[in-house]
């Protein structure tokens, strides 16, 4: 096991190159302009509220800071650059994407909904109608609990196969994917059922979710597990942010 800076490197670039890509294509689309638009004038009018406004900065430093703690000290040793098939990349995406999520789906439902830490999530369930600001609205706490059971799956799949690493490559995509997807959750959606209807189908089950504390749709990525364990809810429709 070796201390891998190129590869954290490669990572790092890599995510950040192909969010700022995804970015200016996907909003090149004019109703996914318009969706970005709703969004960030819901998202200015929270903002403008100080115990709202100073939640999301702690909750920012404590992402930042469980972050900083795994890029340097940890993913280092379980990230590599040594090339493999494509079916290899797609697979270790998939493995850590739905390994992460079994384990939030039962921190979400029996800590964050069950007595331990309902409190503590109680400060991101006072949203009931979520805009994309909302997906930083959370309690410090439950952000460095969200991020390392993300970033712990990574070390725990690479151990897990015998090979001792991971792709760099699959795991900026991996990363992007449960970046990009927790955000998505909590932005408004309002689009036309062709060809968005999957988009507005996961925005409006994670909606329902936030209709009170007593929901289930506890997934973040997939809603296998709510499926699976009965706990899945039926989408809501919103008609504004």
Known sequence: MEYNWQAILFFLVTLVGLTKLG???AFRVPAFARM???NREADRIKLRRKPFREAVKRNNLAGLGVNVAFYIAVLPFFLSLDPRPVWRHAAEIFAVLMVYD?????THRFLFHGRPL???HALHHQ???PTYIDALYVHPVETAIGLTLFLGTIPLIAVSIGGGSLSAFSMAIATLLFTQLNQINHTFIDLPRFPFRSLDRITSIHAAHHADMNRGNF???TMLYDRMFGTLEEPISRSTP
């Open 102 to 106: 079994f384990f939030y789906y039962l």
């Open 127 to 129: 949203v009931h109608h």
């Open 36 to 38: 970005r638009d709703l």
């Open 23 to 25: 970015s200016a294509i």
């Open 118 to 120: 309902r409190r503590i």
């Open 219 to 221: 997934a973040t990525l």
